[in-house]
């Protein structure tokens, strides 16, 4: 009994022997590239977690500055943000904050160039609106009309539809085309919620063209509550 055993012991650690010589180097490569695989990820996770810490310090850093009013600082900060850290959160959100306080301090090239590397550079599809809308802004504002409205042209994010027809009318009417700038105001109207505040802004633009706007009716519902009004009053 015992010598059969040795011999199916030995049949089966030659089979094994076998199998690992044909594919003992390719198990073997598959675990180190998957543990380098795996190395490589704990790496890439503490890396990211590194730049994240150090981008949020220098975040901080320019907001000091954007409180303290300091112009210079403020685009010393985001120059150093934007180079060391650009993917992160912190660099494009620092393009925004900069550009207001360097556009406040009435540093408008300043200011437009880092309103164009947020647009350029953003992850976010939320910055690079925002970045066109404010670009557009002061581009219309230096009547270079034209680019404003290239610039309004990339806000294609539809949460930012309404407040880039807003902006389109806003350039139109400054070109002197106010019924071009009445069909994007009415638009923008139609697009905002009731409750938003800012839609009784784009209503005052609308009356100073003489145009007092009206929701659009849904043909249901209309219908709907004609019949209720029709059942209530034979009621």
Do not use: C
Not at 4 to 29: M, P, R, V
Not at 78 to 87: E, I, N, S, V, W
Not at 131 to 141: K, P, S, T
Not at 208 to 235: F, I
Request: no cysteine; glycine share 6%; net charge negative.
């Amino acid at each position: 009994m015992a010598s059969s055993l040795d011999l199916q012991e030995q049949e089966q650690l030659d089979t094994l022997k076998a199998f690992w010589k044909q594919y003992g180097n390719l198990i073997t490569w598959v675990l180190i590239i998957g543990l380098a695989g795996l190395a490589g990820w704990n790496g890439w996770q503490q890396w990211q977690r590194s730049q994240a810490t150090s981008a949020g310090a220098m975040f901080d850093e320019l907001d000091r500055a954007v409180q303290a009013a300091d112009a210079d600082r403020v685009a010393k900060v985001f120059g150093d943000l934007k180079a060391q850290y650009p993917r992160t959160v912190f660099a494009q959100q620092a393009g925004l904050f900069a550009a207001r306080a360097l556009y406040d301090k009435s540093k408008v090239d300043e200011a437009v160039e880092a309103l164009k590397w947020v647009a350029d550079n953003a992850t976010e599809d939320e910055y690079k609106a925002i970045a066109h809308l404010r670009l557009a802004a002061i581009q219309a504002e230096r009547k270079q009309y034209d680019e404003a409205l290239k610039s309004v042209a990339l806000v294609t994010q539809p949460t930012f539809a309404a407040l880039a027809d807003d902006r389109r009318g806003d350039i139109l009417l400054a070109q002197g085309k106010p019924d071009e700038a009445r069909v994007a105001f009415e638009a923008a109207w139609q697009a905002m919620p009731e409750t938003l505040e800012y839609r009784q802004l784009v209503e005052a633009k609308l009356n100073t063209l003489g145009v007092q706007p009206k929701a659009k009716v849904v043909p249901g519902a209309a219908s709907g509550a004609a019949s209720a009004a029709a059942s209530g009053a034979s009621a």
